[in-house]
């Protein structure tokens, strides 16, 4: 049952958008728990939510044009776009300058690393990527740095432990 309540905690954290798979994964190996099971499971807890976030975009966005087209008028349109023009921000220039620079597929890759993989899916949605793109690029990814977490950390906790005298910070835990 422990171990189930451990597994559970894994698939939690990595479904929180401020934790990531690179993050949890060396938690949970280190933690003592089997290097493949925690890397699946973070991989499915930050891909759960992902996917959940990027149907939720595509709703809101398939509302929002229906929305526009009842009202329909094309002065009050102009207006609008004049003013998001106006009022974009420089972080906003900078992830357009990014957008056109690497597309989709560097947003997706670099995405999780750099900004964490909930906002990395929010933007490409945002930035008008077809949601069937989004969710492909951000499983790769996804499946990407998790392999990349797992294999790190196992090959490192592996080198910095002698061989059976570690069993990781969980185990020592709840035998005391």
């Known amino acids: 049952m422990e ?7 894994v698939f939690i954290m990595a479904a929180i958008p401020l934790f990531e798979v690179y993050g949890v994964i060396p938690i949970g190996i280190l933690a003592g728990l089997s290097p493949i099971a925690v890397t699946i499971t973070a991989f499915l807890g930050n891909a759960f939510t992902v996917v ?5 975009i595509e709703k809101v966005k398939i509302w929002l044009q229906k929305r526009k087209m009842k009202k329909q008028d094309p002065i009050v349109i102009n207006e609008e776009a004049a003013t998001l023009e106006e009022n ?3 972080r906003s220039k900078r992830a357009k300058k990014l957008w056109k620079r690497f597309g989709l597929p560097g947003l997706t890759i670099i995405g ?4 964490g993989s909930h906002l990395a899916a929010f933007l490409s949605m945002g930035f008008g990527s077809k949601r069937t793109a989004v969710t492909g690029w951000m499983l790769a990814s996804l499946l990407i740095w998790s392999a990349a977490a797992g294999i790190g950390t196992w090959l490192g906790a592996d080198f910095l432990t002698a061989e059976g005298q570690y069993e990781g910070f969980l185990k020592d ?4």
Not at 52 to 56: A, F, G, Q, T, V
Not at 173 to 176: H, W, Y
């Open 3 to 9: 171990t189930f309540i451990a597994y559970a905690v």
């Open 52 to 56: 959940l976030l990027i149907l939720l």
């Open 88 to 90: 974009e921000t420089k």
């Open 112 to 115: 999780p690393l750099l900004v």
């Open 173 to 176: 835990f709840l035998e005391k």
